[in-house]
């Protein structure tokens, strides 16, 4: 079943063309790569799909709705959550509290209830919210570092909170956007089974990549961008012997 | 107490208030120069509506302020995706087009101000509202409208595409915002008693903002401190006479060469409820 549903997708930038008539269907439960090399366009075909920046033209539906004129935390609330390729935490707020901010869209006490609550108790919502970051800092490994403040957890770290975060919105979409991009091998690979871990929690996953290896190991089915054209989509191996790709990625 | 010890616990009363009213906005991120036009709206209508339709004090107090947070929201509109220095000028503009509006507003004296308002303000008024204001905002820090709002000012992108829907957060800040500054109009004119628009030009706004940043724009209790020491530093250093205007600018730059985040920040304030908690649970024990 086709969860996310991209038709004829078009951005131009004052005349120069992002993202030329690029269509692509991620299926429920998969994890559809996106590879491309740099300027192919994928981190503007997600900014797109969470609705940072407008199409100029296509369609994009999701779970059989149009999406793609809506207001960022509307889409968040639809069920599609994402990350940054450069890494965008609160770094003001601690690791727990990032977390907590993604149960926003799920929680509903304004400045009135929460002014009103019964003295030295939080409402019973605040207790849900902090039970839920606390499963998803275990989930992806950082129980040990709830309170200090987001800046101060090295790179790698950095990375999986905004995987929590996103998926304290609890999506059934996750966008990564490039989340290995200057990591180690070591690392690599922990984000990889993090991101079968996620698959297996019933998330579907669109990932984002410019390592190809990574992509080719984890992915259901890859779309291949290259300067703003969708030139090859299919299974991982016919997209390694497809000879669009071969050239794209190696010039010859 | 004597009457003048009295003006100035009043007055630094109001100055809390209004100092708070902006910290709301600047909160998420929205530098407003605006509330000196809000706390002109909710002296005037208050004012109005006290002198010259009977309304009584505590009612036209209120209505005052909720005039102040309607046009707070209409200001707010233009200002979501409007941030740093032209928000600024927007926010001047506007708190300029009110003075204005009111030095022309016959009704209300125009440009010879009005007066005979009944006294009405009074220690222990002003400091249930300020007392209000300080629970709202102990309360807002660690909730969930308190974490979108700091979320916002840190990074507003990412706070959007985490489902915090800015556009509301940001019009809730400035509308809540300037109906505190409403409410600090309207105790302003009930105590001053006479009012006129020039009172409320943008000098005004640049001392509330002076109080926000001098006692530190991380935290609420930075706005109430600064409040208090500005309000009192002038006063207390009179015997300088016509020196003390440049103490008190000096007093500014100093600190904001030594600690540019103002007097408090999120560390000093956590660092001290921690230890009030430790000397609680302390006493608790033995």
């Known amino acids: 079943m086709t969860l996310l549903a991209i038709e004829n997708l078009v951005k131009s930038f004052n005349g120069f063309v992002a993202l030329n008539n690029v269509s692509l269907h991620v299926s429920q439960g998969a994890i559809h790569g996106v590879i491309g090399p740099n300027g192919a366009g994928k981190t503007t075909l997600i900014n797109i ?20 004129r809506l207001r960022p935390d509307k889409i968040v609330s639809f069920g599609i959550g994402r990350t940054f390729q450069n890494i965008r935490l609160f ?9 907590m901010v993604g149960q926003h869209c799920r929680t509903t006490a304004g400045l009135v209830r929460n002014f009103f609550r019964r003295p030295f108790k939080l409402l019973e919502e605040e207790n849900r919210i902090q039970h839920k970051a606390k499963e998803l800092l275990n989930f992806v490994g950082l129980s040990d570092r709830e309170q200090e403040p987001a800046r101060s957890l090295p790179y790698g770290s950095q990375r999986r909170l905004e995987i929590a975060r996103a998926l304290a919105t609890e999506p059934s979409l996750i966008l990564l956007d490039e989340p290995c991009a200057g990591m180690d091998i070591k690392e690599t690979t922990e ?4 991101a079968l871990k996620i698959r297996e929690r019933g998330v579907t996953i669109l990932l984002i990549e410019h390592d190809m290896n990574l992509v080719m190991g984890i992915s259901d089915r890859i779309t291949v961008l290259n300067f703003g054209q969708n030139i090859a989509d299919g299974r991982p191996d016919e997209i390694r012997s497809s000879p669009a790709v071969i050239e794209a990625y190696l010039g010859f | 107490m004597s009457g003048y010890t009295e003006s100035i616990f009043i007055f630094m009363g109001i100055n809390i208030i209004m100092a708070l009213s902006l910290y709301l906005p600047c909160s998420a991120g929205q530098i407003s120069l605006a ?5 002109a709206i909710g002296a005037y209508t ?34 979501i995706r409007i941030k740093g220095i032209y928000l600024l000028l927007l926010t001047l503009a506007f708190g300029e087009m009110v003075r204005v509006f ?13 007066g005979g308002m009944e006294l009405k303000t009074n220690l222990v008024n002003v400091y249930a509202i300020v007392g209000v204001l300080i629970l709202f905002f102990s309360r807002l820090r660690g909730s969930r409208m308190g974490r979108a709002l700091e979320s916002m000012s840190d990074d507003e992108v990412a706070a959007e595409a985490t489902g915090v829907n800015i556009v509301r957060a940001k019009l809730v800040a400035f509308g809540v915002g300037a109906f505190m500054a409403g409410l600090g109009g309207g105790l302003y004119a009930h105590y001053a008693l006479y009012i006129d628009s020039s009172k409320f030009g943008f000098l005004l706004a640049v001392e509330f903002f002076v109080f926000v940043v001098f006692g530190g724009i991380e935290v609420f209790w930075g706005a109430i401190v600064g409040s208090v020491l500005l309000t009192i530093i002038p006063e207390a250093v009179r015997f300088l006479k016509d020196f003390r205007m440049i103490f008190f ?36 024990v033995s």
Do not use: C, W
């Open chain 2, 102 to 114: 009111f030095l022309n507003f016959t009704p209300a004296g125009g440009a010879s101000g009005m």
């Open chain 1, 191 to 194: 984000m990889a089974q993090l």
């Open chain 2, 249 to 284: 600018g000096m007093t500014i730059v100093i600190l904001m060469i030594v600690r540019p985040q103002g007097l408090l920040d999120k560390q000093l304030v956590d660092g001290i409820a921690r230890h009030a908690r430790r000397l609680y649970i302390f006493r608790g």
């Open chain 2, 35 to 39: 509330q000196a036009g809000f706390m």
């Open chain 1, 49 to 68: 799909i969470s609705g940072i920046l407008k199409p100029s033209k296509g369609r994009i539906s999701f779970n059989g709705q149009p999406i793609e």
């Open chain 1, 91 to 99: 770094n003001a707020l601690s690791v727990i509290e990032n977390v």
């Open chain 2, 46 to 79: 208050s004012s109005l509506l006290t002198r010259d339709y009977g309304v009584p004090f505590y009612p036209a107090l209120v209505l005052g302020g909720l005039l102040a947070a309607m046009t707070g929201v209409l200001v707010g509109f233009p200002a």
